[in-house]
């Protein structure tokens, strides 16, 4: 310990100082715990992704139009395909998490705060719309990244335990040679990035107002009751959002070359055989594993924040 001595000779210890810590951690450590907290969270509710992406295409072309309901679809699964094919497609999915949630969920608050130091927003709608802003672009820019994961793991949870593909590497060769880069790998692209915009704002932005509105206006304090409960608002908003254009993200990546003359063609197409009701197929499946889904990544990513904090 430093000492200083005064006029009389005596030495007196100064006190230890003690660094202070940012309450706030760094872009990279945002982005890679965004990552992980999502992973987590699709480890506990892919089978129910799985489930959302079969009853979505079910009845596809005017065929077997008829739903099976979330429950039975997702044990029949289990029955005739085994309990592993619920679980086709996960490796491209913990790529996705890690490539997009980590994206569109880690750089969320940096890019509000960069935004809002732009314009001024303080409170209200002004604040409201850069939250959206933030929410759309960190959306776009994930799936710009994240977009061949995404439809190899849809092809894969469509395909189950068929053997259409040996593995994930054969996945991505196999869609790549046959289809191509553009038209194989990032096929869907732009229904894709306004599926995930509108799920990002659902999800991202509309945690992040009821969670400030909560603890603003005393009703809950910064906790696990009030992260709970902003998960589960901000998993049903999302889900009914979404679901229209994810139906039409799912059938127009899973389509073979040439069905469709384009996305308009798809949701024309979607809307002419089946009606409007085929836009919220396996919505209860997409509900459930969105209000799920975002109880795991919300509750984790803020636990492991917390933990963060402290180092």
Request: proline share 3%; with cysteine.
């Amino acid at each position: 310990m430093a000492t200083v001595t005064k006029q009389s000779g005596v030495a007196v210890p100064l006190p230890k100082l003690t660094p202070v810590k940012s309450g706030k951690s760094g872009l990279g450590v945002q982005l890679g715990t965004a990552g992980v907290a999502a992973c987590i969270a699709d480890l506990f509710t892919f089978p129910l992704d799985t489930t959302k992406v079969r009853l979505q295409i079910q009845g596809e072309g005017g065929a077997n139009g008829k739903s099976s309901g979330v429950f039975r679809t997702l044990f029949n699964i289990g029955r005739y395909e085994g309990v592993a094919s619920l679980y086709s497609g996960i490796v491209p999915g913990l790529q996705r998490q890690m490539a997009f949630s980590a994206i569109r969920i880690g750089g969320y608050e940096t890019v509000r705060e960069m935004y809002q130091e732009m314009s001024g927003a303080k409170t209200g709608m002004q604040m409201l719309g850069i939250r959206i802003a933030a929410g759309v672009t960190t959306g776009t820019l994930a799936i710009l990244c994240a977009q061949p994961t995404d439809v190899v793991k849809v092809r894969m949870q469509a395909a189950g335990g068929k053997g259409q593909y040996k593995g994930v590497m054969d996945a991505y060769v196999s869609i790549a040679r046959q289809e191509g880069f553009k038209s194989g790998l990032y096929r869907g692209t732009g229904p894709n990035i306004a599926r995930n915009c509108i799920v990002n704002v659902g999800e991202t932005v509309v945690y992040d107002v009821v969670k400030d509105y909560f603890i603003r206006s005393n009703i809950m304090i910064d906790g696990i009751h009030c992260h709970l409960a902003s998960a589960v608002v901000a998993g049903v908003t999302a889900t009914i959002l979404a679901n229209p254009v994810d139906v039409i993200k799912t059938r127009y990546m899973n389509s073979p070359r040439g069905k469709y003359g384009g996305v308009l063609n798809c949701v024309a197409s979607t809307a002419r055989k089946e009606g409007m009701g085929a836009f919220y197929k396996g919505f209860t499946a997409s509900c459930m594993r969105l209000v799920s889904w975002n109880i795991v990544l919300w509750l984790t990513w803020e636990q492991i924040k917390l933990q963060m904090k402290k180092f």
